[in-house]
């Protein structure tokens, strides 16, 4: 099981560092604050809207859990009921989080018409959907792709400098930190719906494409710092053998 587990996030490796790459180009570029609004927008609507089949988006996850909360201790452990609930108060802070930045570059209260879904999210967005409705063994591989192995957050953290810089940096080091070992979870349920060989051939090639695809929907959002070429060879460079 271990090594499937490694295997699975050795394929995605190389997308996850790309990911990064991209924030740290647009981010040593110095943005301006208009660029700095277009990107926040962007990920707002991701963090309020991540409906794939797996995720239903901050409003349905909190209805389902209310919707649990009679059947705790019957047919719902009270543990697993409470880790939902974690996470769920996890993931809105970290909305309010990059909401508190966008209001302080715009000088004025947001409302739901400042998110945007770009076309690259959209295109994710459709196709996971199209995986979660597949076999279990491609509905498993989507879980080893969300979040991009919290590359952004990682690059962001770092950040230094101007006050915004600073605002950027103390919010996405709370966001890695609860996010930085998603990924080995996620690696370890996908890894229990592969059987054979062949349902590992078919989880590595939904994770490569549904990744190329958080790839190209990153690159939109941060306004295209790499070329097509430069994607190629970044991936490239981080490449591992599976």
Known sequence: MRQTEQYLIDVAYP??????????????????REQH???LKAQLWKELHPVDGYFSGLHRELAN??????????TVDRHHYHGLMEQM????????LQADI??????????????????????LGDLRRSYVAGSPVEKAAVLVT??????????????????????????????????????REAAREAAAAVRNKRDL???KRAIQRVSLQRV????????????????KRCLGRFLRPV
């Not at 997308?15 to 301006?32: D, M, V």
């Not at 859990?65 to 019957?74: G, H, I, K």
Request: aromatic fraction near 12%; proline fraction near 4%; glycine fraction near 6%.
């Open 216 to 231: 190209r929907m990153r690159n939109e959002m941060f306004l295209f710092p790499l070329s097509d070429d430069d994607i």
């Open 65 to 74: 859990l209310v919707e649990m909360f009679p059947e705790v201790d019957r």
């Open 89 to 96: 108060v996890q993931e809105f802070n970290h909305y309010v």
């Open 146 to 183: 969300e979040g991009g192995g919290a590359r952004l957050f990682r690059e962001g953290r770092r950040l230094k400098g101007s006050p915004l810089e600073r605002k950027v940096a103390a919010a996405m080091e709370v966001i890695y930190q609860d996010e930085k070992n998603h990924y």
């Open 37 to 39: 609004v277009y990107w």
């Open 201 to 203: 051939m078919t989880m």
């Open 102 to 123: 966008l209001e302080y570059l715009l000088g004025r209260k947001i409302g739901a018409e400042d998110t945007n879904q770009l076309p690259e999210e959209k295109a």
């Open 15 to 32: 997308y996850w560092e790309t990911e990064a790459a991209i924030a740290r180009r647009f981010f040593r570029r110095k943005p301006t």
